[in-house]
């Protein structure tokens, strides 16, 4: 694929946009170059197979709402890069294809999404965020407080009833969680019971 038109017409091949590397064809390809141009008078366009290192790049992907309603992505880094949905999900689907018109490497590159909100609502987003981490972290502590109070119930003789009954659950909740108990402490038995017997079949072949 050649140079693309416009003002880098008859220009080095070299550019921050483009990546050239050596595919013994003497053409310029897009793509994303990390090394030096070696300038060959035969091919000018040629690089050193050696100073090309092929990694995946990052784009920053910006995605803001427009006085239509409507949801345009684009790419600082490369400008004409951009798209638009009618939804956040449709506009980042879409803008890995707009990305691919301008640099070789879309394909295989990591993107990373910032959406862009009015200061308030940014600001009522990130609390709501904040809380329900805070809450998801809280409900698993109070669910394994919950399994280990449990079995300590069950295993002073109260009925599973009962141990739900003081805990605030359900006989049915209860019965999970100590069958989910049981069953993990199954694997455990059998699994220390397996590495005993190869421990004791190792010793015995030495």
């Given at each position: 694929?050649?140079?693309?038109p416009?003002?880098?017409?008859?220009?080095?091949c070299?550019?921050?946009?483009?990546?050239?590397?050596?595919?013994?064809?003497?053409?310029?390809?897009?793509?994303?170059?990390?090394?030096?141009?070696?300038?060959?008078?035969?091919?000018?366009?040629?690089?050193?197979?050696?100073?090309?290192?092929?990694?995946?790049?990052t784009?920053?992907?910006?995605?803001?709402?427009?006085?239509?309603?409507?949801?345009?992505?684009?790419?600082?880094?490369?400008?004409?890069?951009?798209?638009?949905?009618?939804?956040?999900?449709?506009?980042?689907?879409?803008?890995?294809?707009?990305?691919?018109?301008?640099?070789?490497?879309?394909?295989?590159?990591?993107?990373e999404?910032?959406?862009?909100?009015?200061?308030?609502?940014?600001?009522?987003?990130?609390?709501?965020?904040?809380?329900?981490?805070?809450?998801?972290?809280?409900?698993?502590?109070?669910?394994?407080?919950?399994?280990?109070?449990?079995?300590?119930?069950?295993?002073?003789?109260?009925?599973?009833r009962?141990?739900?009954?003081?805990?605030?659950?359900?006989?049915?909740?209860?019965?999970?969680?100590?069958?989910?108990?049981?069953?993990?402490?199954?694997?455990?038995?059998?699994?220390?019971?397996?590495?005993?017997?190869?421990?004791?079949?190792?010793?015995?072949?030495?």
């Open positions: 694929m050649g140079v693309p416009g003002p880098t017409e008859g220009l080095p070299a550019s921050s946009m483009w990546e050239m590397w050596d595919d013994h064809s003497g053409s310029c390809r897009r793509g994303s170059w990390t090394g030096a141009v070696v300038q060959d008078p035969a091919r000018p366009c040629a690089v050193s197979w050696r100073e090309v290192v092929d990694e995946v790049r784009y920053r992907v910006e995605i803001e709402r427009d006085a239509a309603g409507m949801w345009v992505a684009s790419v600082p880094s490369v400008p004409g890069a951009h798209t638009q949905g009618r939804t956040i999900d449709q506009a980042r689907r879409r803008i890995r294809e707009a990305l691919s018109l301008w640099v070789g490497d879309a394909d295989r590159a990591h993107l999404f910032e959406v862009r909100l009015p200061a308030a609502m940014r600001t009522r987003v990130k609390r709501a965020l904040e809380l329900r981490e805070s809450a998801e972290a809280t409900a698993r502590q109070a669910a394994g407080a919950t399994e280990r109070a449990l079995v300590s119930l069950v295993g002073a003789g109260l009925s599973r009962d141990a739900g009954e003081l805990l605030g659950i359900s006989r049915q909740r209860a019965q999970q969680i100590a069958e989910t108990h049981m069953s993990s402490e199954r694997r455990g038995t059998g699994g220390r019971r397996v590495a005993a017997k190869r421990a004791a079949s190792r010793r015995r072949a030495s």
